[in-house]
């Protein structure tokens, strides 16, 4: 996690980060060609009351409390889209 002093841009409360593992589908790792492992992570905007609860209960705590709550979540389905969704509706690779 990230804690900005300040908020992230001006207009926001945003005041930091989470990082987290690549959803499902997306680039996790990669070997460079001198044989380094590189490994991907994303960082997720946080609000203040976002960030003190992932150290209190932890990143995965906070993301399963936001899923019961409905918060809308960044989206992938791996091929190039993106889009802000509650988390209970299905995204495009999952929708017919």
Request: hydrophobic share 40%.
């Given at each position: 996690?990230?804690?900005?002093?300040?908020?992230?841009?001006?207009g926001?409360?945003?005041?930091?980060?989470?990082?987290?593992?690549?959803?499902?589908?997306?680039?996790?790792?990669?070997?460079?060609?001198?044989?380094?492992?590189?490994?991907?992570?994303?960082?997720?905007?946080?609000?203040?009351?976002?960030?003190?609860?992932?150290?209190?209960?932890?990143?995965?705590?906070l993301?399963?409390?936001?899923?019961?709550?409905?918060?809308?979540?960044?989206r992938?389905?791996?091929?190039?889209?993106?889009?802000?969704?509650?988390?209970?509706?299905p995204?495009?690779?999952?929708?017919?």
């Amino acid at each position: 996690m990230y804690r900005s002093p300040a908020p992230l841009w001006e207009g926001t409360a945003l005041s930091g980060y989470v990082a987290v593992a690549p959803f499902e589908g997306e680039m996790q790792h990669t070997t460079l060609s001198d044989g380094r492992h590189v490994e991907f992570l994303m960082l997720i905007p946080a609000f203040p009351e976002e960030l003190d609860y992932a150290l209190r209960h932890g990143v995965a705590a906070l993301s399963v409390a936001q899923e019961q709550a409905g918060v809308p979540c960044l989206r992938t389905s791996g091929n190039s889209w993106a889009a802000l969704v509650p988390l209970n509706e299905p995204t495009r690779s999952t929708a017919r």
